[in-house]
């Protein structure tokens, strides 16, 4: 499986972006997808996830109700639509997949995924 992100860039406070991630090698929709940033200095840290065969999905309590994950299981691609965006946002964004089930509150953590993509950097400023 190869992941391949796209869709970030420089927004201005209160900005929109759409992040997307295309998976080739996916042959079900199995399995999760999922989003994780890096801010400089700092750890990987978890954002959004889909399960894609049941389509439920989980945020960090910080872009809750500002970003929105969806995939298109036909596209296998996965979508973070990020609103209201924060000079807090900027980090560089990677696309995560696993092709295995996962129980919901697995989805949140790194290990979880076996394939990575390469990152987009998102920059928000104030």
């Known amino acids: 499986v190869q992941l391949q992100a796209s869709g970030g860039g420089l927004v201005q406070v209160g900005g929109s972006l759409r992040l997307s991630c295309t998976a080739s090698g996916l042959t079900s929709n199995n399995g999760v997808m999922g989003w994780f940033r890096q801010a400089p200095g700092k750890e990987r840290e978890f954002v959004a996830a889909?399960?894609?065969?049941?389509?439920?999905?989980s945020y960090l309590d910080s872009v809750k109700g500002r970003f929105t994950i969806s995939s298109d299981n036909a596209k296998n691609t996965v979508y973070l639509q990020m609103n209201s965006l924060k000079p807090e946002d900027t980090a560089v964004y990677y696309c995560a997949a696993t092709v295995r089930n996962k129980i919901l509150s697995a989805i949140r953590t790194a290990q979880t995924y076996d394939h990575w993509g390469q990152g987009t950097q998102v920059t928000v400023s104030s």
């Open positions: 889909i399960r894609r065969h049941l389509n439920t999905n």
